[in-house]
Nanobody, 128 residues
Framework: QVQLVESGGGLVQAGGSLRLSCAASGRTFDRYTMAWFRQAPGKEREFVAAHSWARASVYYADYTDSVKGRFTIFRDNAKNTVYLQMNSLKPEDTAVYYC??????????????????WGQGTQVTVSS
């Protein structure tokens, strides 16, 4: 049974940085598509970033427009962990951040419907 466990959330001032981690247990995940979503109060869960396997050790990284140039998604397969480095944080980045995995190898998608494993979420709060 694969489980995803997020960590790294917290309170930070605008302009600051945080790094979120998502550790996958149960089996290797090097070809799974891994993603981060977020959900602010009263809003739907939205796509933030995804990291999908292309070939060999090559991966695609995709981002929603609002985080391009500020957030970076990357993984360490030896640790079965995917990260989201968040820089230049803004108050509008405040949300619960969820890690997700799709076991469809190589899928490149921003839809919540295509991810079949989810973490419990970690709160990120950015103060102005």
């Amino acid at each position: 049974q694969v489980q995803l466990v997020e960590s790294g959330g917290g309170l930070v001032q605008a302009g600051g940085s945080l790094r979120l981690s998502c550790a996958a247990s149960g089996r290797t995940f090097d070809r799974y598509t891994m993603a981060w979503f977020r959900q602010a109060p009263g809003k739907e869960r939205e796509f933030v970033a995804a990291h999908s396997w292309a070939r060999a050790s090559v991966y695609y990284a995709d981002y929603t427009d609002s985080v391009k140039g500020r957030f970076t998604i990357f993984r360490d397969n030896a640790k079965n962990t995917v990260y989201l480095q968040m820089n230049s944080l803004k108050p509008e980045d405040t949300a619960v951040y969820y890690c997700a995995a799709s076991r469809t190898i190589g899928v490149r998608t921003t839809s919540t419907r295509d991810y079949d494993l989810w973490g419990q979420g970690t709160q990120v709060t950015v103060s102005s």
